[in-house]
């Protein structure tokens, strides 16, 4: 319409000057055409101007009320970042009020395992030391009574045979009186015999001679004979006598002196019986011993089993827990940052929106524009309004633009703070670590305080095992002991389980942060994505206000020329009546 304009104007400016050339009369009935025809222009070009003045008015209002939406949309994102700051403030304190709260309860579920062992250490020990005087205490009273017992025997014993030697010497010196008694009588006897032999011999000699002498001496001889014979057989049966009487006491003395002698075997006997006791009782107590000195000494290996499995247990319980810990702290990383990513994105998605808003604004103000161009083709002031309002529109855009990259600079600002953020986690997570380190070094000093208790545990073993004799009772409270560890080879394989468990938890963790991982990643290539697209939307509205721009300058050019042709058109209207 605008170059339709033009062309009107150009061969109205050519029409009038052949005019003046022509017949002057229809001069004016032409002019009074023309101007006829310029105020119904005039007219229309008035109401095109209402209209566009409305139209104007419409667009400053909908331009108000997208600068006032624009105003609320900045207010909401200042509170949605505002928001997010105390939320973010809010999940370090509650991160780091949950590690506090961790490290507090590690120390003091390691403070109460190491008392509770401490405790069972000591109580076992103590245990073992008093059953170890009381088996002592036990043994040396046994050992005392045995030796007493003992002694009385020994001292019954040779009292016993003292007696029986003394009563078989009386006896024997008794024997060997009479046995001389009658030794002397049988002497004297033998005397009397070869005397009266020899009397005898000499009467016999003098027989011949003395033959009434040798009858009378053989009658006299024959009755001392006689006299003598009766003593002979009074002397043998004294002799029979005693040598009955001495058989007899010789029968007792043998008769004693065996049962002396059996006395002294079956003393012999019980003595020999009691030794064998003694020493099967001395075999069975060492036995004893070696088995519960072999038991002590597999008490204490498991014992130190249990220790090292105790201590890989608290080892690989603290490492589950500060993998679980690390585990929670990446979780609540990744949550975090999946938020602020989500977020972000929302933020770009808005931003987008508002960009292809304010593209459809920018695109229908074009058009309007466009449509005023083509209807504005004599009205250069409207047209310059427009221009200007045009520019101000696009001043209105681009500081909308600064302000999107101010916020978008705000944003990485925030970011930027954030990984500020997330550096004094990583650092405050190393100071744990460290403290950590510091509390295993206090761990490893409390293992070489227990080895050495355990050190003096076997020092009491060695000399448990010096020992030399236990009872059933020490069986019995060894079995209650193996019992006990027992119980804790079953708390151990629950311990086995609730590890296994756990390390089953962790592995489930890491395939769900892998899981989630490989989500971030599909989020953020989504993000690059759609900044990517955003830019290429900005370039583009950016070309495209470029190709306004171009247009407005044409524009500038063509009211330009209008405006010298208008010129050229007043200049003889203007002259004609004068």
């Known amino acids: 319409m605008l170059m339709c304009l033009i062309s009107k104007l150009g061969s109205t400016a050519l029409f009038i000057?052949?005019?003046?050339?022509?017949?002057?009369?229809?001069?004016?009935?032409?002019?009074?055409?023309?101007?006829?025809?310029?105020?119904?222009?005039?007219?229309?070009?008035?109401?095109?101007?209402?209209?566009?003045?409305?139209?104007i008015q419409r667009l400053h209002m909908e331009?108000?009320?997208?600068?006032?939406?624009?105003?609320?949309?900045?207010?909401?994102?200042?509170?949605?970042?505002?928001?997010?700051?105390?939320?973010?403030?809010?999940?370090?304190?509650?991160h780091h009020q949950a590690h506090e709260d961790d490290v507090e309860r590690m120390t003091r579920e390691r403070e109460k395992l190491r008392h509770d062992l401490e405790t069972t250490r000591e109580e076992i020990i103590r245990q073992l030391t008093r059953e170890k005087d009381e088996s002592t205490q036990r043994y040396e009273k046994e050992k005392e009574?045995?030796?007493?017992?003992?002694?009385?025997?020994?001292?019954?014993?040779?009292?016993?045979?003292?007696?029986?030697?003394?009563?078989?010497?009386?006896?024997?010196?008794?024997?060997?009186?009479?046995?001389?008694?009658?030794?002397?009588?049988?002497?004297?006897?033998?005397?009397?015999?070869?005397?009266?032999?020899?009397?005898l011999d000499k009467a016999r000699r003098d027989g011949a001679l003395h033959h009434e002498q040798d009858r009378q001496l053989l009658s006299i001889a024959q009755s001392e004979r006689n006299a003598i014979a009766e003593?002979?057989?009074?002397?043998?049966?004294?002799?029979?006598?005693?040598?009955?009487?001495?058989?007899?006491?010789?029968?007792?003395?043998?008769?004693?002196?065996?049962?002396?002698?059996?006395?002294?075997?079956?003393?012999?006997?019980?003595?020999?019986?009691?030794?064998?006791?003694?020493?099967?009782?001395?075999?069975?107590?060492?036995?004893?011993?070696?088995?519960?000195?072999?038991?002590l000494e597999q008490v204490r290996q498991q014992k130190q089993l249990l220790n090292h499995e105790n201590f890989e247990i608290k080892t690989q319980l603290k490492l589950t827990e500060d993998n679980r810990d690390q585990l929670k702290r990446d979780l609540i990383d990744?949550?975090?940052?999946?938020?602020?990513?989500?977020?972000?994105?929302?933020?770009?998605?808005?931003?987008?929106q508002d960009l292809k808003r304010y593209l459809q604004d920018e695109q229908r103000d074009k058009e309007l524009s466009l449509r005023s161009c083509e209807d504005l083709r004599t009205k250069l002031k409207s047209v310059e309004n427009e221009k200007i309002d045009l520019r101000q529109v696009l001043e209105e855009a681009k500081q909308r633009i600064i302000v999107l990259d101010?916020?978008?600079s705000q944003v990485q600002k925030d970011a930027n703070d954030l990984r500020h953020n997330l550096r004094d986690v990583e650092r405050s997570r190393l100071e744990a670590r460290r403290e950590l380190q510091e509390l295993r070094r206090h761990v490893k000093m409390l293992d070489g305080e227990t080895k050495k208790k355990s050190k003096e545990v076997e020092e009491l073993a060695d000399r448990v095992?010096?020992?030399?004799?236990?009872?059933?009772?020490?069986?019995?409270?060894?079995?209650?002991?193996?019992?006990?560890?027992?119980?804790?080879?079953?708390?151990?394989?629950?311990?086995?389980?609730?590890?296994?468990?756990?390390?089953?938890?962790?592995?489930?963790?890491?395939?769900?942060?892998?899981?989630?991982?490989?989500?971030?990643?599909?989020?953020?290539?989504?993000?690059?994505?759609?900044?990517?697209?955003?830019?290429?939307?900005?370039?583009?509205?950016?070309?495209?206000?470029?190709?306004?721009?171009?247009?407005?300058?044409?524009?500038?050019?063509?009211?330009?020329?209008?405006?010298?042709?208008?010129?050229?058109?007043?200049?003889?209207?203007?002259?004609?009546?004068?």
């Open 17 to 55: 000057p052949g005019a003046q050339y022509g017949d002057p009369n229809p001069l004016p009935l032409q002019l009074e055409v023309k101007k006829e025809q310029l105020e119904g222009e005039n007219q229309e070009l008035l109401l095109r101007k209402e209209q566009l003045q409305n139209e």
């Open 334 to 352: 990744s949550n975090r940052r999946i938020r602020e990513y989500e977020e972000n994105l929302t933020i770009q998605r808005k931003e987008i």
């Open 465 to 578: 095992r010096q020992d030399e004799h236990r009872e059933e009772e020490m069986r019995r409270e060894v079995f209650g002991q193996k019992q006990r560890f027992v119980e804790a080879e079953a708390s151990r394989e629950v311990l086995r389980k609730e590890l296994a468990n756990i390390q089953r938890h962790y592995v489930e963790l890491e395939d769900e942060q892998r899981m989630k991982e490989r989500d971030y990643q599909l989020a953020v290539e989504d993000a690059r994505r759609l900044e990517r697209k955003a830019i290429d939307e900005r370039r583009n509205v950016e070309l495209a206000l470029e190709g306004a721009n171009q247009m407005i300058s044409e524009l500038r050019i063509v009211l330009s020329g209008a405006e010298g042709r208008a010129m050229a058109f007043h200049l003889p209207m203007v002259n004609q009546p004068n």
């Open 406 to 408: 101010e916020q978008k």
């Open 145 to 199: 009574d045995l030796h007493y017992e003992l002694a009385n025997i020994i001292t019954e014993r040779d009292q016993s045979l003292i007696e029986a030697e003394n009563e078989k010497q009386k006896l024997l010196s008794i024997a060997q009186s009479e046995r001389n008694a009658i030794a002397e009588k049988l002497s004297l006897t033998k005397d009397d015999l070869l005397r009266i032999q020899v009397e």
């Open 231 to 295: 003593k002979l057989s009074l002397t043998k049966d004294d002799l029979l006598r005693i040598q009955v009487e001495l058989d007899k006491a010789r029968r007792d003395g043998a008769l004693h002196h065996e049962q002396d002698r059996q006395v002294i075997i079956s003393l012999q006997d019980e003595l020999k019986k009691f030794h064998n006791k003694f020493e099967d009782a001395n075999i069975a107590n060492d036995r004893d011993i070696k088995a519960l000195t072999s038991d």
């Open 63 to 94: 331009l108000n009320g997208e600068i006032e939406k624009s105003a609320r949309t900045r207010d909401q994102l200042q509170q949605r970042l505002s928001q997010l700051e105390q939320d973010k403030e809010s999940a370090i304190r509650q």
